[in-house]
């Protein structure tokens, strides 16, 4: 798993007022992670040829690891509120 400074960014939790705000510093914190690219519904899933098989199942697993942790993340700056609501979903871009 991926480790960041937590001095690094501490963002406000979001409460439903403050959407605009929280949404880039979001986008921001999981572009520089490098897991952004989870939240995009046009994302290419790659159907592996025999050959790549070893590449496709590498990159199955990375997609996989940053795809909780995208939703950590966005589930951590999450009032309980709305935490509780959206914990059951599993997948971030749902979320």
Known sequence: ????????????????SNCPCWKD???????????AYVLDPNQPTSVAKEYEYND???ACLKRKEDE????GHILN???????????SMKSSLEI
């Open 56 to 58: 496709a199942k590498a």
């Open 25 to 35: 510093k979001m986008m921001f914190l999981l572009t520089f992670l490098k897991v």
């Open 1 to 16: 798993m991926k480790m960041m400074n937590q001095d690094f960014v501490k963002l406000v939790c979001f409460d439903g």
């Open 68 to 71: 909780l942790l995208c939703r």
């Open 77 to 87: 700056t999450l009032f309980d509120c709305l935490f509780h609501l959206y914990a």
